[in-house]
């Protein structure tokens, strides 16, 4: 007997999980928000599975799930006025290795605030081509964009996010770019 949709979609958790968890954190910097999110993400996985073409890979599709209830998240608050702009280091599961840009929680801090403060297309694909360390071709295939539009989009984000730093020459910022 073959492999059941359940099991399939609990292996893509165990896969998974803290990549769709880091991506959604970056988003939305709100750690109860996000780990609600993150579980959206694997039930639309589930009850989306029958349509799921193998088209990209797996980690492309759940992203590109998250993606759209990050948007929806997002325009919720901003309907509501709510603007959450800080996120704890400590939230942040990760082999991803922050100390490789920045050098200390403050820092940290504050480009995180400064990411949050972006536009969300621009939140977007800092943090999937600078965090999430997606190609730019993952990107553009999770935002369904094509990949010149997510490099001017990416060139443009971190322009902004220049503009926001108050330390001269923008020092941590040039590390992301």
Same mark, same amino acid.
């Given at each position: ?17 803290? @990549?769709?968890?880091r991506f959604i !954190?970056?988003? /939305? ?7 609600? &999110? +993150? ?14 073409d ?51 929680? @403050?820092?940290?801090?504050?480009? !995180?605030?400064? /990411? ?7 939140? &977007? +694909? ?45 020092e ?6």
């Amino acid at each position: 007997m073959g492999t059941t949709k359940k099991q399939i979609v609990m292996e893509w958790y165990d896969l998974y999980y803290q @990549d769709v968890y880091r991506f959604i !954190l970056f988003m /939305i910097g709100e750690q109860q928000c996000c780990e609600d &999110l +993150v579980h959206d993400t694997f039930v639309r996985a589930y009850s989306a599975y029958d349509r799921f073409d193998h088209q990209s890979n797996v980690k492309t599709w759940l992203f590109s799930i998250a993606k759209h209830l990050v948007l929806d998240e997002i325009r919720k608050r901003q309907r509501r006025r709510l603007f959450l702009t800080s996120a704890l280091v400590r939230d942040i599961p990760s082999s991803f290795d922050l100390e490789k840009y920045v050098e200390n929680r @403050d820092l940290v801090i504050n480009l !995180l605030n400064r /990411i949050q403060r972006l536009k969300p297309h621009y939140r &977007l +694909v800092v943090t999937l081509l600078k965090i999430e360390e997606c190609t730019t071709k993952e990107a553009a295939d999770i935002l369904n964009w094509s990949e010149v539009k997510v490099r001017k989009t990416l060139s443009r984000a971190l322009r902004s996010l220049r503009k926001m730093d108050i330390r001269p020459g923008g020092e941590q910022i040039e590390r992301l770019s």
